[in-house]
């Protein structure tokens, strides 16, 4: 007997027929013998929709009053299985967020969780139920309605299968597994067996959506074996665990990339010890996360400076450069949001040299121009025009001997 927790993405319960079919894996997971704890999603397309109807009330939704109608969503999937479920004489019970004592910071659209209360969730699993809890939500400490950033329904099962010390976390989603790359846009992709968390981290820190980034912290963490496969097939898909010794040490293992990137430049900054903190601070006040920067010396003293920031934080930066350039006396700011990131990375790079240099030439062949460019030990990531960014991922792809057969 194991201790499983099962999560559904949003396409594995986008409608009736798919939550039925997540009621069929569930209850063959629990006939087996294991008790079964269920994470969801709401139904694909549906927190999109809340987002939508909320701007059309509103110029900037009050973020309380969102996160209340951002977890509704996935209210209304843990409510339709756990009915299937019953109807099919199993015994289930869905716990809303708070219910299950999942408690979080007050940062709401983005809060982290600080803890879960475990005792409840395995006091239901002895009584051999099973229990069905929605992903994406919790609850902070004076009882408001919180959620945890898009994709956080990984975050939440991961971080209850810590909780309750499962043996495997299963995520659930519309691809076989992890792949080298996006398999929608490289069809030459291969499915990996296994991967390291470190490398794992790395993939959706840049852009991997597959798994939400702080899902692979709480896995890396606490040592909760990820398995991420389909809700759509019986195969095994990738196994997410430690680093060990017999483990694939491809130079490059994976390309990935992110359209959610901008582009803001600084022209005729003076260069002038204390420019570079006048110009971050405020973005940082304004908990905007900027990524890569860039700094051309000119002649005359003067600096061309470059950075991106996420392409949903793009107004507000260029707005609160426009007026630092006005009190630095930079000559000008421009901006680009026509921009993505596309990277390769692999723990074998550490002790590889001329990854760069290979990366760089691939594009170049294709005439893809590098706007910026930063490294760290096991990744290099290049800004290109948005519109190669596909194009540029299977060059890359190709280029480091990733493609199957
Ligand atoms: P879910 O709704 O199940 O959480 P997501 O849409 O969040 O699913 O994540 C799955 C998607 O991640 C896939 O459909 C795929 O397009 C994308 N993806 C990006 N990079 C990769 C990768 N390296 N391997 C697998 N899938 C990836
Ligand atoms: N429903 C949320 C989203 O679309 C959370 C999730 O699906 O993981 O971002
Ligand atoms: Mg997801």
Do not use: W
Not at 21 to 39: H, I, L, P
């Amino acid at each position: 007997m194991s201790l499983i927790v099962q999560k559904y993405g949003g396409t594995s319960v986008a409608d009736i027929d798919r939550i039925r079919n997540v009621a069929m894996r569930v209850s063959k997971t629990f006939d087996e013998g294991n008790k079964v704890v269920v994470v969801l999603s709401a139904m694909s397309g549906v927190t999109d929709a809340l987002i939508k109807m909320a701007n059309q009330v509103a110029y900037a939704p009050d973020k309380r009053e969102l996160d209340v109608l951002l977890t509704t969503g996935e209210q209304t999937t843990v409510a339709l299985l756990a009915m299937m479920l019953k109807g099919m004489n199993y015994s289930a019970i869905s716990l809303l967020g708070y219910q299950a004592e999942i408690l979080t910071d007050s940062d709401f659209g983005n809060a982290r969780i600080a803890g879960i209360g475990a005792r409840r969730i395995k006091e239901l699993l002895d009584e051999k139920m099973i229990v069905i809890i929605p992903g994406f939500q919790g609850s902070d400490q004076n009882g408001n309605l919180t959620t945890l950033g898009r994709g956080g329904s990984d975050t939440s099962a991961v971080a209850i299968a810590a909780a309750i010390k499962a043996d495997m976390c299963e995520i659930y989603t519309d691809v076989d597994g992890v792949f080298t790359a996006d398999p929608n846009i490289c069809k030459k992709a291969r499915k990996l067996d296994r991967i390291s968390y470190d490398e794992m981290l790395e993939m959706s820190s840049l852009g991997a959506k597959v798994l939400q980034i702080r899902s692979v912290e709480f896995a890396k963490k606490y040592d909760v074996p990820v398995h991420l496969r389909s809700s759509f097939s019986l195969e095994e898909g990738t196994m997410v665990v430690n680093e060990n010794s017999d483990m694939e040490r491809l130079v490059v293992s994976g390309v990935t990339h992110s359209k959610n990137e901008a582009r803001i430049t600084l022209k005729k900054v003076p260069d002038q010890p204390g420019i570079a903190a006048k110009i971050f601070t405020p973005v940082a006040d304004a908990g905007i996360l900027v990524d890569m920067i860039i700094q051309n010396t000119r002649a005359e003293g003067m600096t061309d400076l470059t950075f991106t920031v996420p392409k949903s934080d793009y107004k507000k930066a260029l707005e609160i450069e426009k007026k630092v350039a006005g009190e630095i006396g930079a000559e000008a700011v421009i901006g680009d949001e026509n921009v993505a990131k596309v990277s390769v990375t692999g723990v074998g790079m550490k002790n590889h040299s001329g990854v760069a240099a290979r990366m760089f030439s691939a594009l170049a062949k294709e005439n893809i121009n590098i706007m910026l460019i930063s490294t760290s030990e096991i990744r290099i990531s290049c800004v290109v025009e948005e519109k190669y960014a596909e194009l540029a991922v299977r060059v890359l792809h190709t280029e480091f001997g990733l493609d199957k057969e």
